[in-house]
């Protein structure tokens, strides 16, 4: 079957350190371009991070820049997300999603056509 | 950061109406957005890319247009399904931008 399950949330003081991991299954991993985004309760989506399929290209959200990494093990079909100095406004549920870039002949598009179901982070005192 | 600003933010509706979303760039993103669909408790669902390619699986009701700064989601006759919160998200400068969501609901 092809999922992705993300895993890695909880609850986290601010200040703290999480890693999240999505392991993904039903396809080649190491093909695809992969992606972190978060919701905030009641609020919308918000790209975080992506990073390429060789894991040599990433690229991030500026409210995260210096906080977070992003790396993956394709041996292991697994991304991540590292996430240090946690505050208040990080918690958010998580999603990765799987980024079947489409090329038309002269530009790529992102297709973020699988989604995982989320894991929720929770940053309080 | 490239904005993108959609309107309406909220709109009710009733089965077998058209509807149409709005999304609009703050600068030119060329034909590079996509539309996804949201329900409740559920991840986000692609619906559209590159403007209005439909993805697989997606009903043709669903369309897509635009170009440059000014984008249109229409869905040609609302289903019980289909009420949930959409985003238009823009794929032509990082960081990814997504538009605020226009939650469909029941008149």
């Known amino acids: 079957e092809v999922q992705l399950v993300e895993s890695g949330g909880g609850t986290v003081q601010p200040g703290g350190s999480l890693r999240l991991s999505c392991t993904a299954s039903g396809f080649t991993f190491n093909k695809y371009w992969m992606a972190w985004f978060r919701q905030a309760p009641g609020k919308g989506l918000e790209w975080v991070a992506n990073l390429r399929g060789d894991g040599s290209v990433m690229h991030f959200v500026d409210s995260m820049k210096g906080r977070i990494s992003i790396s993956r093990d394709n041996a292991k079909n697994s991304l991540y997300l590292q996430m240090d100095s946690l505050r208040d406004e990080d918690t958010a549920v998580y999603f990765c999603?799987?980024?079947?870039?489409?090329?038309?002949?002269?530009?790529?598009?992102?297709?973020?056509?699988?989604w995982g179901q989320g894991t929720m982070v929770i940053v309080s005192s | 950061a490239t904005q993108m600003t959609q309107s309406p933010s909220f709109l009710s509706a009733s089965v077998g109406d058209r509807v149409t979303i709005i999304c609009r760039a703050s600068q030119d993103i060329r034909n590079d957005l996509g539309w996804y669909q949201q329900r409740p408790g559920e991840a986000p669902k692609l619906l559209i890319y590159a403007t209005s390619t439909l993805q697989s699986g997606v009903p043709s009701r669903f369309s897509g247009s635009g170009s440059g700064t000014d984008f249109t989601l229409t869905i040609s006759s609302l289903q019980p399904e289909d009420f949930a919160t959409y985003y238009c998200l823009q794929d032509s400068t990082y960081p990814r931008t997504f538009g605020q969501g226009t939650k469909v609901a029941v008149k």
């Open positions: 999603a799987r980024d079947t870039n489409f090329y038309d002949g002269s530009a790529f598009y992102d297709v973020f056509d699988m």
